[in-house]
């Protein structure tokens, strides 16, 4: 049988999202697609009265559902694989993939792994500090003449890609293993990103920039929960033999 998104383990996170009744449209178009999942960060203060109107009443137990976060990091923690969106391009932001190219992914990772698929703001969506946290950047290709799309309508987008897709292509139907959690990554770059400036290889003006290029290297590889706690022992025994060194 064709690999189909398992939606259940799939949750829509919108990062600090300004208006109440756009959330409910994002409840009602992940609904739509079996996506009941859905991560706020920031405020909680928002109208649920309007949230419910726009998700229509068969996707209030969405609404009812949200689970409300203080910071990124919190919210992505316990997910295995993020996905985030821009329309906005550049080498910082990259490297870019289709919502059907993203949605074949996801289909095999879904099988055994957490997906977060990760918007931000409507006015100036998702910034380099937020989607440095993701393991690929999604796009969606619209015309020149008008290329804004509001939250609601890139969401469904996504939401329907992953909804219809069905991997065929060699390699791509297999289930894809446990990966680390984002939590486990995370705390594995800080690691290596102290210990990189501990001994001058990274420009300490700016070590994000350059932590950018490693952070695509082991995205792409897909990270076990023992090969993170490999390179972190790794990272533990160049920090002792540094300092032993000098004394």
Known sequence: MPLKAKTKNISI?????????????????AKNMGITGI???GSKEFDREEMEQRSTHLAV??????????????????????????????????PFVTPRAAAQNVASLSQNNKI?????????????????????????????????????QAAMILCYEIFVASPSAAGAAEVAPKLALSSETEGMYRQIKDLLSEIGFLNPENPEYWMLDLRRFFARSGLLSR?????????????????????
């Open 13 to 29: 996170v919108l990062y600090k999202p300004k208006y109440a009744g756009n959330i409910g449209s994002v409840a009602r178009a």
């Open 39 to 41: 991560v706020v960060v």
């Open 61 to 94: 137990g969405v609404v009812a559902r949200i689970v409300y976060e203080a910071s990124i990091e919190e919210a992505l923690g316990g997910f295995n694989y993020i996905v985030g969106t821009t329309a906005r391009l550049g080498r910082a932001r990259g």
């Open 116 to 152: 977060a698929l990760l918007f931000g703001p409507e006015d100036t969506g998702l910034a380099n500090e937020q989607l440095r946290l993701c393991h690929s950047v999604v796009t969606i290709p619209t015309s020149r003449e008008f290329t804004s799309l509001n939250l609601s």
């Open 227 to 247: 090969e993170v706690k490999i390179i972190r022992g790794i990272c533990r025994q160049i920090e002792w033999y540094a300092r032993h060194k000098r004394t």
